[in-house]
């Protein structure tokens, strides 16, 4: 545990290091914060909160900068003070009734307004397609061997899976098949149907032609089982300079690979998580990761994240993703 007065230096050494981007002096707090104390008790509580491992003294400068246990630190006291009543967000409602039938876009104007109202890159993860809900099943014959299934889903979403099919299936067999799934799993996720087809025995249809529309689903899904919307790239370029080339570049290679969707799924949950450096990946550095859970209409679920250098205005974007 630190003293209540360790800890407010510590909150301005970090608030003042994510604004100034440079090491931060007694001197400095002093005059910027009016604190009613000598820069000699502040260097000996900056000392001691570098003892601890919050603070870490740079070779270019006798200022301190926050070490990532130090930001850490900072975050929990943060999230532990911040109110968590959630406000309506008129912008976000406005933008949703004119595009309530196209989940796709929603989702990807969500990542590019927060944003550009966090200043930094936002990542929205799509809902997962195994917990989405069947609206409508269609057969679409293509060629004689060739057989598109066309799912709807309740939330507008349409997913398209290709069967291969022998020429003798005829197309009131594929009409009879495709009524059987919309009378009985209308409503009901992906997950039970394909669970249920694991067994299915029809009368009126070859049960190889079972097998291969399951098996279609289950590749079309487990290839393609997220979408994920990528807002504010740019953010991350623009900052980029001599002093943070390789942790920016760490950032964008992470963004690129598909760990992020598995670090989301892993770690977000309805209330704010906060990540920073080695907590995400152990060979990760200068990175922090604001993540949480949103929910569209009730039926729409899914995970968001704001990232950015350790150096982030968190009480901004906790703010922010406080809403969802």
Do not use: C
């Not at 495709?178 to 009901?188: A, E, G, R, S, T």
């Amino acid at each position: 545990m630190i003293t209540e007065r360790q800890l407010q230096i510590l909150n301005v050494i970090v608030e003042d290091y994510v604004e100034l981007g440079q090491p931060i002096g007694s001197k400095s707090i002093i005059e910027r914060h009016q604190l009613p104390i000598s820069p000699a008790t502040v260097r000996n509580e900056m000392k001691q909160l570098e003892d601890l491992n919050l603070l870490e003294k740079t070779h270019t400068s006798s200022g301190r900068i926050p070490s990532e246990q130090g930001i850490k630190y900072y975050v929990n006291q943060l999230l532990e003070t911040k109110s968590q009543s959630k406000k309506s967000l008129n912008w976000f409602e406005h933008f949703q009734d004119k595009n309530q039938y196209d989940v796709n876009a929603m989702l990807k104007w969500l990542a590019l307004e927060i944003s550009n109202r966090s200043h930094y890159t936002t990542v929205v993860l799509g809902p997962n397609k195994f917990s989405r809900f069947i609206f409508e099943i269609h057969f679409v014959r293509v060629s004689p061997t060739h057989l598109m299934g066309v799912i709807v889903f309740t939330d507008g979403y349409v997913e398209k899976v290709h069967i291969q099919i022998h020429e003798s299936l005829n197309q009131l067999q594929i009409e009879k098949f495709m009524n059987y799934l919309n009378q009985y799993f209308k409503q009901n996720t992906l997950t039970t149907m394909i669970k249920t087809l694991e067994s299915l025995s029809l009368s009126f249809i070859d049960q190889e032609f079972i097998n291969n529309f399951k098996q279609a689903l289950l590749t079309q899904i487990n290839d393609h089982n997220e979408e994920m919307f990528l807002g504010g790239k740019m953010h991350l370029i623009d900052a980029l300079d001599v002093t943070n080339v390789s942790m920016i570049q760490s950032i964008l290679k992470y963004l690129e690979s598909e760990r992020i969707a598995q670090f989301l799924n892993e770690t977000s949950n309805d209330s704010i998580s906060v990540k920073i450096g080695q907590e995400i990946n152990k060979d990760l550095h200068g990175i922090s990761i604001i993540s949480t859970n949103y929910e569209i209409s009730g039926d729409i679920t899914g995970h968001l994240a704001v990232i950015g250098p350790t150096a982030m205005h968190y009480n901004k974007v906790i703010q922010l993703l406080n809403h969802f």
